[in-house]
């Protein structure tokens, strides 16, 4: 990589950190604040800080974009080529490292690819995939997973010689995926989440293998493609238990992998789609004392602006909408270090005790 690249990378990416810190209103703080949240549910033991954690995630999303861009086969190392299929199969990858250049490798050794993805990204139209909707080019043509014909079109492609390639923690696909008739649970990060076993369901259906390939950024970072071996549909008589099996040692690779390298997956702004868990949030009575100092959970709590005023509840990943009075009493709280006995904070919002018993039951103000 050349040093002024990287360079720039690197200050774009401390300017970044220091604005979200600082700003309330600045673009990526809701998705910052998302991602520290998302920590919280499944990463642990976590050795920096999450706002350290969060700007070392950026600085690969940055060189993430800047391998895509910069394509480079010579500095691209692949294990294991020869687990390349060749016949048509399905590769999956994750949200993780370098992940795009793995369509480079598939295209220089001459593997018609169709990339199923979801709509959003599918009806981008300034996005990187425009010319390829539906249209094949070079080998590589995209479908919307979301479409209901889109298996349909799969089928046809599969049968010109290509083979289908997901993301796999994309968890996307036609219809809702809590519905029960899509899904399954699987462990993650001892969590449940919520997972399509659609990926599994086409490799048994088409009796195509599963070909698992991970493109991890390298201490020097340049890129290391891991092609892991195939699983086979042959291998299972029962399609659902091949579904179910399949589909939670899928999430299982990916564990292993974020765990090893945490922040080269850019799925911690996503993944709270996902998990099952109650979101109710737990209420508190008032303190029993007239004289205890109520202080703003500064620890629980943050808040943004994105067209509105935002309270977010890092423990449940939630954010509420608030009026723009409560948002500037809570950021006086927040910046100030204040602490108030219940009846000063009365007076603070106007004798409003139904407001301040809500912010002390739902512990904004403990």
């Given at each position: 990589?050349?040093?002024?690249?990287?360079?720039?990378?690197?200050?774009?990416?401390?300017?970044?950190g220091?604005?979200?810190?600082?700003t309330?209103?600045?673009?990526?703080?809701?998705?910052?604040?998302?991602?520290?949240?998302?920590?919280?549910?499944?990463?642990?033991?976590?050795?920096?800080?999450?706002?350290?954690?969060y700007?070392?995630?950026?600085?690969?999303?940055?060189?993430?974009?800047?391998?895509?861009?910069?394509?480079?086969?010579n500095?691209?190392?692949?294990?294991?080529?020869?687990?390349?299929s060749?016949?048509?199969?399905?590769?999956?990858?994750?949200?993780f490292g370098?992940?795009?250049?793995?369509?480079?490798l598939?295209q220089?050794?001459?593997?018609?690819?169709?990339?199923?993805?979801?709509?959003?990204?599918?009806?981008?139209?300034?996005?990187?995939?425009?010319?390829?909707k539906?249209?094949?080019?070079?080998?590589?043509?995209?479908l919307?997973v979301?479409d209901?014909?889109?298996?349909?079109?799969?089928?046809e492609?599969?049968?010109?010689?290509?083979?289908?390639?997901?993301?796999?923690?994309?968890?996307?696909?036609?219809?809702?995926?809590?519905?029960?008739?899509?899904?399954?649970?699987?462990?993650?990060?001892?969590?449940?989440i919520?997972?399509?076993?659609?990926v599994?369901?086409?490799?048994?259906?088409?009796n195509?293998p599963i070909v698992?390939i991970?493109?991890l950024?390298?201490?020097?970072?340049n890129?290391?493609i891991?092609?892991l071996?195939?699983?086979l549909?042959?291998?299972?008589?029962s399609?659902?238990?091949?579904?179910?099996?399949?589909?939670?040692y899928?999430?299982?690779?990916l564990?292993?992998?974020?765990?090893k390298?945490?922040?080269?997956?850019?799925?911690?702004?996503?993944?709270?789609?996902?998990?099952i868990?109650?979101?109710?949030?737990?209420?508190t009575?008032?303190h029993?004392?007239?004289?205890?100092?109520?202080?703003y959970?500064?620890?629980r709590?943050?808040?943004?602006?994105?067209?509105?005023?935002?309270?977010?509840?890092?423990?449940?990943?939630?954010?509420?909408?608030?009026?723009?009075i409560?948002?500037?009493?809570?950021r006086?709280?927040k910046?100030?270090?204040v602490a108030?006995?219940?009846?000063?904070?009365?007076?603070?919002?106007?004798?409003?005790k139904?407001?301040v018993?809500?912010?002390v039951?739902?512990?904004?103000?403990?």
């Amino acid at each position: 990589m050349n040093i002024n690249d990287l360079e720039e990378i690197k200050e774009r990416t401390r300017i970044q950190g220091n604005e979200i810190q600082t700003t309330y209103d600045h673009r990526f703080r809701s998705g910052y604040l998302m991602v520290c949240s998302n920590l919280r549910k499944l990463f642990k033991n976590l050795e920096l800080t999450e706002f350290e954690f969060y700007n070392k995630w950026v600085f690969y999303n940055r060189i993430r974009k800047y391998h895509e861009k910069q394509y480079d086969k010579n500095t691209v190392i692949t294990r294991d080529l020869e687990k390349l299929s060749k016949t048509p199969a399905i590769y999956i990858s994750f949200h993780f490292g370098s992940y795009r250049v793995i369509h480079y490798l598939l295209q220089e050794n001459k593997i018609k690819t169709c990339l199923l993805i979801n709509k959003h990204v599918y009806e981008s139209e300034g996005g990187r995939y425009f010319k390829y909707k539906e249209v094949e080019k070079d080998g590589f043509v995209v479908l919307c997973v979301e479409d209901s014909q889109s298996i349909l079109k799969a089928k046809e492609y599969i049968n010109k010689g290509f083979s289908l390639f997901f993301y796999f923690d994309g968890n996307s696909g036609v219809g809702d995926t809590r519905d029960s008739k899509n899904s399954i649970y699987a462990s993650f990060f001892g969590n449940e989440i919520c997972s399509r076993t659609g990926v599994a369901r086409l490799s048994k259906l088409f009796n195509l293998p599963i070909v698992p390939i991970i493109a991890l950024i390298q201490k020097n970072l340049n890129s290391k493609i891991h092609l892991l071996d195939s699983i086979l549909p042959s291998q299972y008589k029962s399609r659902g238990e091949y579904e179910t099996e399949v589909t939670r040692y899928l999430w299982k690779i990916l564990e292993g992998y974020v765990k090893k390298y945490p922040t080269q997956w850019e799925g911690w702004s996503f993944i709270n789609k996902y998990i099952i868990g109650d979101i109710e949030v737990e209420t508190t009575l008032p303190h029993s004392s007239k004289s205890h100092l109520y202080k703003y959970n500064n620890a629980r709590y943050d808040i943004f602006i994105n067209d509105g005023w935002f309270l977010f509840d890092l423990e449940k990943g939630l954010y509420t909408h608030i009026t723009e009075i409560l948002f500037d009493c809570i950021r006086y709280f927040k910046e100030n270090n204040v602490a108030l006995k219940m009846d000063e904070l009365l007076d603070l919002f106007s004798n409003k005790k139904s407001l301040v018993d809500d912010l002390v039951k739902k512990q904004i103000l403990i």
